[in-house]
């Protein structure tokens, strides 16, 4: 059993391996999309300063108190597109029977997937995430106490354990419905655009469905309130803010039977 599990991790490290080597083959090539993967965090942060160039508040948030839900969505969001995003491949896949060769390995179908093509340039705009949380937590005015220090780092786990969950899930469509991209697209960077902001600045029926249907609000919204030590305007308790660790373990549970049920579903090309 210890041998079996031991050749997994090796088979595992070499997959990561290779990918590695292959991606930093051309170091300046590799060195550009480093750079260039940061634009879209950069984008999110630019787009809220720019809304606060003609407000001073947005859904009843202070620039800086929404750069903390900026801060907590963005390093969520990067880490998890650069561990699982590549997920988004699955559609390809199933559509040219590449999948099949997956299944016929000796290793786990889910981690074969993620490792073939680890997006490693990805690692800059992970990093730029945890950067705009550090700064934005540090410039907030946060009164630290041993519980929030522990949340700051809680939620931002929590965090990438949903929007993983998030990818897992709406690729998993694709098992039935090939053509799912745009579907799915519009879910996990929908998702990722939803949780940037108050969920306060949303219609009343899209914040149902989008922070509390799906969970959306748990990423960064309520963390962040109580991180800043805000009661919810919408009048939720103070101990909601915590729930971003149970809300996440809902979403890997949700995730992980709809993978098992998609594979098993799965009957080759042209099925």
Request: proline share 4%.
């Amino acid at each position: 059993m210890a041998e079996a599990s031991g050749g997994a991790l090796a088979a595992y490290r070499a997959l990561l391996g290779a990918q590695a080597r292959a991606q930093t083959a051309y170091r300046t090539s590799f060195a550009i999309d480093l750079v260039g993967n940061v634009g879209s965090t950069v984008l999110d942060v630019l787009t809220v300063l720019v809304i606060f160039g003609v407000t001073r508040e947005l859904g009843g948030f202070t620039l800086r108190e929404t750069l903390v839900i900026v801060g907590l969505s963005a390093c969520a969001f990067a880490v998890a597109d650069l561990l699982v995003g590549n997920i988004e491949r699955l559609p390809g896949y199933v559509r040219t029977g590449l999948f099949d060769a997956v299944l016929v390995r000796p290793l786990g179908a889910l981690p074969q997937l993620l490792l073939m093509d680890l997006p490693l340039r990805k690692v800059s705009r992970a990093v730029f995430g945890l950067a705009v949380l550090v700064v934005a937590v540090g410039s907030a005015g946060v009164e630290w106490t041993p519980a929030r220090a522990l949340l700051v780092v809680l939620a931002p786990l929590a965090g990438v354990v949903f929007f993983g969950s998030v990818f897992v899930a709406t690729a998993t469509v694709s098992f039935w419905w090939v053509d799912s991209g745009q579907l799915a697209n519009s879910v996990t960077y929908g998702g990722r655009d939803f949780t940037s902001y108050p969920v306060t600045v949303f219609e009343s029926w899209f914040r149902a469905l989008f922070a509390y249907g799906l969970g959306f609000a748990f990423v960064s919204y309520h963390p962040a309130l109580t991180l800043l030590g805000r009661a919810d305007p919408l009048g939720l308790p103070a101990w909601v803010g915590w729930a971003a660790p149970a809300v996440a373990l809902v979403a890997a549970v949700g995730a992980a039977a709809a993978w098992r049920t998609g594979v098993r579903h799965y009957r080759s090309t042209g099925s």
